[in-house]
């Protein structure tokens, strides 16, 4: 077996939902605050568009770029919204924005050199590098200062083998959204930025979410379905290349993945087309389970130090009860029955602390609530 695999971690959140899957196959009831996936169904309309797509016979490989009417969707996504105009020839819809991720950084980084990525980090992200064998550098970001990137350190970072500057904003796992000042500075520190977008479209109060295409055209954008449209089983996402990439880059796709599927990719341009009323129901049921939680668990003793403005999660310092994080996290899924993330997970400096999704519905938030606090007074540390 390829011993360059061995590093490759295995992603901890789904431990504690397999272990949590066999507490509830004894009968009992879980509060689950791990997974980061809606517990939205995918709007009717999506689902409609896929239905029709499939009588209709689009069953088959498509372009490998994907379909023109999506990328033009796409495309017209980004005038409306940010008001940046991006060329359908330079959109590749992908299969989820995991297959974008890779095709991006595949493309993006030579032989010798190095990515910039922030700690804490998307977990999946060491293990993308590690796959692609890019060594990575890591810039840590303090939970005292609501985990935002130290630019100025960032910049100092860059050196004549850095290619490229892993940005997520709005971030998992910290729920952090970078100001378009902060973006703009990014886009300065004279390296490519690799800018994952999926969580835009869930942002909440005054935050808002800017592409770093306002910015720059050096840079590679990777979205998706997944999160916004509650279609993380439908696996598809698009990447925005600067355009002298994109032939490599359909190269790679056309012999890793020839296309993404074709009625998801119908169901998609629906999704853009008509589902915006249903993804701000879901954007405003996720603002109000923030309400809930973050004052909830302010409230059984944790550390937030600045409220997230984006995403689902906050990830809360949790030290005090156990600077174990993954030890921590199987205790209270045994003890009190809510599945949480240990931070362990997403890097370094997220440990001792807990990731939690508020991706669950209010009445379920409110119970793990009660039970994490139950928790933390039998551990005694209210
Ligand atoms: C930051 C980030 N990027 C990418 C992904 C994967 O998204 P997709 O389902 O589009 O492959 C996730 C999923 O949790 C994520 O949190």
Not at 38 to 44: A, E, L, Q
Not at 50 to 79: C, F, K, M, N, V
Request: aromatic share 8%; glycine share 10%; charged share 20%.
């Amino acid at each position: 077996m390829s011993s360059h695999l061995d590093h490759i971690q295995s992603f901890k959140v789904m431990d504690i939902l397999e272990a949590a899957k066999e507490i509830e196959a004894s009968g009992e009831h879980v509060v689950h605050l791990e997974v980061g996936e809606p517990d939205f169904n995918t709007p009717p309309v999506v689902i409609e568009a896929a239905q029709r797509a499939i009588a209709d016979g689009h069953t088959h490989y498509t372009h490998s770029l994907g379909i023109l009417p999506l990328r033009e969707a796409i495309a017209e996504h980004y005038l409306e919204h940010y008001g940046v105009s991006v060329s359908p020839a330079q959109i590749i819809v992908t299969t989820g924005t995991s297959a974008g991720l890779l095709l991006a950084l595949s493309a993006l980084c030579g032989p010798g050199e190095e990515m910039l990525l922030s700690d804490p980090h998307y977990a999946c992200y060491p293990n993308f590098l590690g796959f692609l064998r890019i060594p990575y550098r890591l810039f840590p970001l303090e939970e005292t200062e609501g985990f935002r990137y130290p630019i100025e350190e960032v910049g100092r970072l860059v050196g004549p083998s850095t290619r490229g500057l892993m940005v997520n904003s709005p971030a998992n796992p910290t729920g952090m959204v970078l100001s378009a000042h902060e973006l703009a500075a990014l886009a300065e520190c004279g390296t490519t930025i690799v800018s994952d977008e999926i969580y835009h479209g869930l942002v909440y109060g005054d935050a808002e979410d800017h592409t770093i295409l306002e910015f720059t055209d050096e840079a590679f954008v990777l979205n998706g379905f997944s999160k916004r449209y509650a279609m993380t089983g439908w696996r598809l996402g698009w990447l925005i290349a600067p355009p002298r990439y994109v032939d490599t880059i359909q190269r790679v796709q056309q012999n890793l993945y020839i296309s993404a599927p074709d009625f998801a990719q119908h169901a998609g341009t629906a999704a853009l087309r008509e589902a915006g009323a249903d993804a701000e129901a879901m954007r405003q049921a996720y603002e109000r389970r923030r309400a809930l939680l973050v004052p909830g668990l302010r409230g059984i003793g944790l550390r937030i130090t600045r409220e997230p403005d984006g995403a689902f999660y906050v990830l809360a310092d949790a030290s005090h009860l156990s600077t174990d994080s993954l030890a921590l996290s199987h205790r209270i899924l045994r003890e009190a029955k809510v599945g949480v993330t240990p931070g362990i997970d997403f890097g370094p400096r997220a440990e001792g602390c807990l990731r939690f999704a508020y991706a669950n519905g209010e009445r379920e938030i409110e119970e793990g609530l009660r039970r994490l606090g139950g928790f933390c007074e039998e551990a005694g540390c209210r």
